[in-house]
């Protein structure tokens, strides 16, 4: 499937940032914990939620959606082994912990997810085995079990990762006695997955330089939440409003203190913003200036940003630097934007401060853009979720026509993204 967009229309109006989806797929995967009943309120309707829909009732949830929330009851644990999913993304992983606390078996299906680098989950499987789980895999499956179930431990993450912070809490809130988590990740989506678990009665507690306390539990609730809005979808459209000067954007449920990083680069190069009670309103700006930003864990500069920011430091007069420090491999979509007609060059050395896992080896993760520079129409096809987004962006700022292949992958993350920017004034139009 493709976009078919005319760029260069103004945009001016509301657009709501729905539910997160890395809160959401999390949430579901922690309702796995119960025999009772979660309701997820302002659930987003996208693939990867789908997919994780598919996984749960594979082991034996029971799922409802209706009215912008998903109602998940899992009575009992049906199968240990989630069956071979029709698509992939990288959340069967985090279903281990669960599975193992309710059956003491668990079975789940290789990770898939974006194209940006090998992705790796050792961290996870480390964390996990220190807790007591016995793991093997082949090329299709994790199997673990713990015969003697999950005890508590103390876990130094190697890496304060994502996944593997939200894998040892799943793991640990059942787990007999107390797990401390050092150099975890502290992202607010994982921060909702915890007041998710403390409401459904586990005991976690927030510890000063990024340690995570959790006492074990013998049983948790079912509990109702409601999900934090989608800081990504925010940026994204942040971005695509200040790219231009004719666009006004008001991102409803934008919150503040979830972009406070985002939102001063925002200031730094010349963007305008209000914030409001009920979202953040996006001016587009003429005079951008140009600015260095280095993409790191929370509360950084997220790795997620930076492919719709660097399409704004398209439009900044001067010389950007981008320096990638989470994932090595970010910045396939540069090569788009430049048969669009940006000026961005791509070097494996770090151009940056920040202590990069990357310094030394052969990864292109730092990028210098030189503008301003006019973009221009051309057809594309999708690399991955937030390369597609940049995709979109470019192409709605650029002058001409643009048809971008894949947009299957946008549809992963980002609910009705056509519908939602034609309302803004867009002109795109999905075809086969
Ligand atoms: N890493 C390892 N070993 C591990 C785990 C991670 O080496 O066991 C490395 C990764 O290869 C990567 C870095 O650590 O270089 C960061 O990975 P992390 O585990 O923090 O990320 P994740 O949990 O796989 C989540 C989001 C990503 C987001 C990152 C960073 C989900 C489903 N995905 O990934 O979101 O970029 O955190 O914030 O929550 C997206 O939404 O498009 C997306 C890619």
Redesign the pocket.
């Known amino acids: 499937m493709k976009f078919k967009i005319i760029g260069g229309e103004k945009l001016e109006g509301e657009i709501e940032a729905k539910g997160s989806?890395?809160a959401a797929?999390?949430m579901m995967i922690a309702s796995l914990l119960t025999d009772e009943e979660c309701v997820l309120e302002n659930f987003p309707l996208i693939d990867?939620t789908e997919i994780v829909q598919e996984l749960c009732e594979s082991i034996g949830s029971e799922v409802k959606i209706g009215n912008s929330a998903l109602s998940i009851k899992t009575p009992e644990i049906k199968n240990f082994r989630a069956s071979f999913l029709s698509r992939r993304?990288?959340?069967p992983v985090l279903a281990l912990g669960p599975l193992l606390n309710r059956v003491g078996r668990a079975e789940v299906p290789i990770l898939g997810?974006?194209k940006?680098?090998?992705?790796?989950?050792?961290?996870?499987?480390e964390a996990l085995k220190s807790l007591g789980a016995r793991i093997n895999f082949d090329q299709n499956y994790f199997y673990a079990e713990a015969p003697n179930g999950l005890k508590g431990t103390r876990i130094s993450l190697?890496?304060?990762?994502?996944?593997?912070t939200?894998n040892t809490i799943l793991a640990a809130v059942l787990a007999k006695g107390r797990t401390v988590v050092q150099n975890a990740?502290i992202?607010p989506?994982i921060i909702d997955l915890i007041l998710m678990l403390q409401k459904m009665g586990a005991i976690i507690e927030l510890g000063s330089d990024r340690t995570i306390y959790i006492e074990g539990v013998k049983k948790l609730n079912g509990a109702r939440h409601r999900i934090l809005p989608d800081r990504?979808e925010a940026v994204s459209f942040a971005c695509l409003a200040l790219a231009s000067p004719q666009n006004k954007i008001k991102i409803k449920n934008a919150r503040q203190e979830n972009l406070i990083t985002f939102l001063s680069a925002v200031r730094r190069i010349g963007g305008r913003y209000q914030i409001e009670d009920d979202g953040i309103v996006f001016y587009g700006a003429k005079d951008l200036s140009a600015t260095e930003i280095e993409t790191d864990?929370?509360p950084g500069f997220?790795?997620?940003w930076q492919q719709p920011f660097s399409i704004l430091l398209t439009q900044a007069k001067g010389v950007s630097i981008v320096h990638e420090t989470?994932?090595?491999d970010r910045f396939g979509y540069i090569e788009d934007l430049n048969l669009m007609g940006a000026n961005i060059k791509v070097f494996s050395k770090c151009f940056g401060e920040l202590s990069c896992?990357f310094n030394g080896k052969e990864h292109p993760h730092s990028a210098v853009i030189s503008g301003h520079t006019p973009l221009f129409g051309k057809n594309q096809k999708v690399r991955?979720?937030?390369a597609g987004i940049a995709n979109v962006i470019a192409a709605l700022i650029a002058d001409g026509e643009s048809q971008i292949d894949g947009v299957e992958e946008l549809d992963r993350?980002y609910e009705d993204l056509d519908e939602r920017l034609r309302n803004l004034g867009a002109d795109i139009k999905r075809i086969m």
Do not use: Q, W
Not at 116 to 125: E, K, M, S
């Open positions: 989806k890395n797929t999390k990867d993304n990288r959340i997810g974006d940006i680098g090998p992705r790796p989950v050792d961290i996870h499987l190697r890496y304060p990762s994502v996944g593997a939200e990740a992202e989506e990504n864990t929370h997220m790795t997620d989470v994932y090595e896992r991955d979720l937030r993350g």
